[in-house]
């Protein structure tokens, strides 16, 4: 299995730090995000990366092929110089370099102590198209899902919006943590288009695949899309987060 890191975006919620360089290049502990990351992966025995890039693209490049020298691995480059793809568009037009097989896709500002082993292992154990790492955590827009974790919905609690794949009497809610494993059933079966959101499509897919939700509630999760959030982790003690 692949890992794909989600590096594209333009970071415009970190403000003065991405104006000069992507969001996976800022900095936290004088380390770039995208280092933790691969870090992480790597430790867990992935050895073959896809990363997208878009802003400032060319810095990101030279960092990861500094990064691969000092700590070896193949990282491939999707390219979404000429047109940002979204989290769907981008793992469509990755693809070809899943060579058939399922992916693990990270944010590259998520930083979590999820056991990444245990996550594919369920993945496979439980015979899963897509898995989704989500928390019981305050957010805006949740996921739904039934009593066996099975993607039933979604549901945005600011505008009320709600997307129902079946009704249900008891649907959990719990929030995306931007860590997923998709297979081939769902990457080859997204939409012919080039920008798109991933979320619909699993919405979608969800009638007649299983797409499933992994609860971690229980362990540590942030995300570094904001300067408050970067600012809060510049003294944590990450190695003990293992990380």
């Known amino acids: 299995m692949k890992a794909m890191i989600f590096a594209a975006g333009l970071g415009s919620r970190l403000g003065e730090r991405t104006k000069t360089k992507p969001k996976a290049l800022v900095l936290l502990q004088s380390k770039p995000l995208i280092y933790y990351v691969l870090q992480k992966l790597q430790r867990?025995?992935?050895n073959e990366f896809v990363v997208n890039v878009h802003h400032h693209a060319s810095l990101l490049e030279e960092y990861l092929n500094d990064y691969t020298e000092k700590f070896p691995c193949t990282?491939?480059?999707s390219d979404e110089r000429k047109q940002l793809l979204d989290t769907g568009g981008a793992l469509r037009k990755a693809a070809p370099f899943f060579d058939g097989k399922a992916?693990?896709?990270y944010n590259t500002d998520v930083?979590?102590?999820i056991d990444i082993s245990h996550f594919i292992n369920y993945f496979s154990e439980n015979k899963c198209d897509a898995l989704l790492a989500v928390r019981?955590?305050?957010s805006s827009r949740y996921l739904l899902f039934d009593q066996e974790m099975q993607l039933f919905g979604w549901r945005n609690?600011?505008?009320?919006?709600e997307i129902l794949v079946q009704e249900k009497a008891e649907l959990i809610e719990r929030a995306f943590s931007g860590i997923h494993i998709v297979s081939p059933e769902v990457y080859n079966n997204l939409p012919e288009m080039e920008v798109f959101p991933i979320i619909p499509s699993y919405l979608k897919l969800a009638n007649s695949l299983k797409i499933s939700g992994f609860d971690h509630s229980e362990g540590f999760w942030v995300d570094?899309?904001?300067?408050?959030q970067i600012n809060e982790m510049q003294y944590a003690d990450l190695q003990s987060l293992a990380f």
């Open 44 to 46: 867990a025995g992935f």
């Open 75 to 77: 990282i491939h480059i």
């Open 103 to 105: 992916v693990l896709i």
């Open 111 to 113: 930083l979590s102590d």
């Open 136 to 138: 019981n955590r305050l």
């Open 157 to 161: 609690k600011k505008n009320g919006k």
């Open 224 to 228: 570094l899309g904001k300067p408050e």
